[in-house]
Protein backbone atom coordinates (compact mmCIF):
# COMPACT_ATOMS: atom_id res chain seq x y z
CA UNK A 1 0.00 0.00 0.00
CA UNK A 2 1.16 3.57 -0.33
CA UNK A 3 2.29 5.46 2.13
CA UNK A 4 -0.45 8.28 1.35
CA UNK A 5 -1.77 11.44 3.00
CA UNK A 6 -5.48 10.79 0.94
CA UNK A 7 -6.62 10.23 4.54
CA UNK A 8 -6.11 13.97 5.26
CA UNK A 9 -8.44 15.11 2.78
CA UNK A 10 -12.01 16.32 3.79
CA UNK A 11 -14.66 13.31 3.13
CA UNK A 12 -16.41 15.54 0.54
CA UNK A 13 -12.90 15.69 -1.26
CA UNK A 14 -12.33 11.41 -0.66
CA UNK A 15 -15.58 11.07 -2.42
CA UNK A 16 -14.97 13.15 -5.21
CA UNK A 17 -11.32 11.66 -5.49
CA UNK A 18 -13.48 7.90 -5.57
CA UNK A 19 -15.68 9.03 -7.79
CA UNK A 20 -13.08 10.33 -10.30
CA UNK A 21 -11.49 7.12 -10.28
CA UNK A 22 -14.65 5.41 -10.52
CA UNK A 23 -15.15 7.34 -13.97
CA UNK A 24 -11.46 6.67 -15.37
CA UNK A 25 -11.77 3.11 -14.79
CA UNK A 26 -14.75 2.73 -16.64
CA UNK A 27 -14.03 5.22 -19.34
CA UNK A 28 -12.66 2.89 -21.79
CA UNK A 29 -15.45 0.48 -21.55
CA UNK A 30 -14.16 -2.11 -19.58
CA UNK A 31 -13.10 -2.23 -15.96
CA UNK A 32 -10.26 -5.15 -15.99
CA UNK A 33 -9.51 -7.57 -12.32
CA UNK A 34 -6.13 -5.38 -11.88
CA UNK A 35 -8.02 -2.16 -12.09
CA UNK A 36 -10.77 -3.62 -10.07
CA UNK A 37 -8.25 -4.58 -7.54
CA UNK A 38 -6.33 -1.24 -7.55
CA UNK A 39 -9.64 0.37 -6.94
CA UNK A 40 -10.84 -1.44 -4.23
CA UNK A 41 -7.21 -0.91 -2.75
CA UNK A 42 -7.99 3.12 -2.93
CA UNK A 43 -11.59 2.71 -1.39
CA UNK A 44 -9.90 1.13 1.53
CA UNK A 45 -7.65 4.33 1.67
CA UNK A 46 -10.67 6.47 1.36
CA UNK A 47 -11.97 6.00 4.53
CA UNK A 48 -15.51 5.64 3.39
CA UNK A 49 -18.53 4.05 4.98
CA UNK A 50 -19.21 1.27 3.69
CA UNK A 51 -22.46 2.72 2.28
CA UNK A 52 -20.56 5.21 0.18
CA UNK A 53 -18.38 2.48 -0.99
CA UNK A 54 -21.37 0.68 -2.42
CA UNK A 55 -22.21 3.42 -4.05
CA UNK A 56 -18.76 3.98 -5.55
CA UNK A 57 -18.66 0.35 -6.96
CA UNK A 58 -22.50 1.00 -8.63
CA UNK A 59 -20.56 3.68 -10.28
CA UNK A 60 -18.43 1.41 -11.94
CA UNK A 61 -21.60 0.74 -13.85
CA UNK A 62 -23.46 4.01 -14.06
CA UNK A 63 -20.41 6.18 -14.48
CA UNK A 64 -20.56 9.75 -13.60
CA UNK A 65 -19.90 12.11 -15.64
CA UNK A 66 -16.23 13.98 -15.05
CA UNK A 67 -17.61 17.26 -14.62
CA UNK A 68 -19.93 15.53 -11.51
CA UNK A 69 -16.79 13.82 -10.24
CA UNK A 70 -14.59 16.59 -9.74
CA UNK A 71 -17.23 18.74 -8.32
CA UNK A 72 -15.91 20.41 -4.87
CA UNK A 73 -12.49 18.79 -5.79
CA UNK A 74 -8.98 21.48 -5.07
CA UNK A 75 -6.00 20.97 -6.77
CA UNK A 76 -4.37 19.01 -4.24
CA UNK A 77 -7.30 16.62 -4.52
CA UNK A 78 -7.23 16.32 -8.63
CA UNK A 79 -3.24 15.85 -8.09
CA UNK A 80 -3.86 12.84 -5.81
CA UNK A 81 -6.63 11.58 -7.84
CA UNK A 82 -4.53 11.82 -11.17
CA UNK A 83 -1.55 10.18 -9.51
CA UNK A 84 -3.94 7.15 -8.88
CA UNK A 85 -5.32 7.31 -11.80
CA UNK A 86 -1.91 6.61 -13.41
CA UNK A 87 -1.29 3.66 -11.39
CA UNK A 88 -4.56 2.20 -12.03
CA UNK A 89 -4.59 2.82 -15.48
CA UNK A 90 -1.12 0.77 -15.68
CA UNK A 91 -2.49 -1.88 -13.45
CA UNK A 92 -3.18 -3.80 -16.67
CA UNK A 93 -0.29 -2.94 -17.66
CA UNK A 94 -1.16 -1.03 -20.56
CA UNK A 95 -2.68 2.31 -21.20
CA UNK A 96 -5.80 2.99 -23.73
CA UNK A 97 -5.78 5.95 -26.13
CA UNK A 98 -8.80 7.27 -24.29
CA UNK A 99 -7.25 6.79 -20.44
CA UNK A 100 -4.80 9.01 -21.64
CA UNK A 101 -6.50 11.51 -22.84
CA UNK A 102 -8.70 11.67 -19.73
CA UNK A 103 -5.55 12.10 -17.86
CA UNK A 104 -4.40 14.96 -19.51
CA UNK A 105 -7.74 16.46 -19.78
CA UNK A 106 -7.60 16.09 -16.01
CA UNK A 107 -3.80 17.24 -15.36
CA UNK A 108 -4.70 20.34 -17.94
CA UNK A 109 -7.68 21.12 -14.91
CA UNK A 110 -4.60 21.62 -12.37
CA UNK A 111 -1.87 23.53 -14.84
CA UNK A 112 0.04 20.24 -14.86
CA UNK A 113 1.33 19.66 -18.56
CA UNK A 114 1.12 15.93 -20.57
CA UNK A 115 4.74 15.81 -20.01
CA UNK A 116 3.70 15.88 -16.42
CA UNK A 117 1.27 13.20 -17.24
CA UNK A 118 4.43 11.40 -19.01
CA UNK A 119 6.29 11.60 -16.27
CA UNK A 120 3.50 10.16 -14.20
CA UNK A 121 3.54 7.66 -16.27
CA UNK A 122 6.99 6.53 -16.15
CA UNK A 123 6.94 6.64 -12.48
CA UNK A 124 4.31 3.85 -12.64
CA UNK A 125 6.38 2.02 -14.66
CA UNK A 126 9.41 1.96 -12.54
CA UNK A 127 7.37 1.49 -9.91
CA UNK A 128 5.66 -1.98 -11.40
CA UNK A 129 9.44 -3.03 -12.08
CA UNK A 130 10.49 -2.64 -9.24
CA UNK A 131 7.88 -4.86 -7.58
CA UNK A 132 8.61 -7.36 -10.50
CA UNK A 133 12.18 -7.51 -8.86
CA UNK A 134 10.87 -7.92 -5.87
CA UNK A 135 8.63 -11.04 -7.22
CA UNK A 136 11.77 -12.00 -8.90
CA UNK A 137 13.72 -12.40 -5.32
CA UNK A 138 11.27 -14.33 -4.21
CA UNK A 139 10.89 -16.80 -7.63
CA UNK A 140 7.43 -15.85 -7.66
CA UNK A 141 6.03 -16.19 -10.86
CA UNK A 142 3.41 -13.53 -11.97
Same mark, same amino acid.
Given at each position: ? $?? @?? $???? %??? +??? %???? $????????? *??? =????????? +??? =?? !?? #? !?????????? !?? /??????????? =???????????? @??? #??????? @?? %?? /??? #???? *???????? %????? @?????????????? +?????? $?????
Amino acid at each position: M $LH @DI $LHHL %SPA +QRW %SHAK $LLAHLAAVD *GKV =GRDELAFFE +QRL =GA !SL #L !SPERKVQLRE !SL /IETPELEECME =GMDGRAVKLALR @DAC #LMALADR @DI %SD /IEK #LKLI *GIADRVGM %SEKQV @DDLIDWVVKGYHWM +QEGYDL $LAIDV
